[in-house]
C-alpha cells in the first residue's frame, strides 16, 4: 500500500511493525496479548497532554484501561474507555516520535 514498514522494540521482547508514509508513523501492527480473545481495531485520538486528559477521561466517568507507562512510547499513550464502554487510545505522537517523524 506504499507504506515504509519498520521494526519498533514494543516492549517485554516484543516488537511491532509500524506503517510510515511522508515521514509519518500511520499505523502499528503488533502480536496480540494473551490476554486478548480475539482481534480487533483501536483507533488513536492525537492529544496534546495525556496525563491531563487521563484527568478529564476519570472526571467524565471514563475508566483508564491501560495506564502510561516508560516501556510504551515512552508514557505517551494510554487505552481508555468512555462510561458506555467504548475504547479508544489517546497518544501524543509527536513526543513519541522521533525527529523524522516516526514513532519510537
Known sequence: ????????????????????????????????????????WLPYILVADVSATLDKVRTAGGKVLVEPRAELLDSQLAVIADPRGGVLAIINWISAQNEEGVAK
Do not use: D, H, N, W
Not at 19 to 32: N, T, V, W
Open 1 to 40: 500500500f506504499g507504506y515504509e514498514v519498520t521494526e519498533r522494540e514494543l516492549g517485554k521482547g516484543m516488537k511491532r511493525a509500524v506503517l510510515a508514509s511522508e515521514g509519518y508513523s500511520r499505523a502499528s501492527i503488533a502480536p496480540l496479548p494473551e490476554v486478548v480473545e480475539k482481534p480487533g
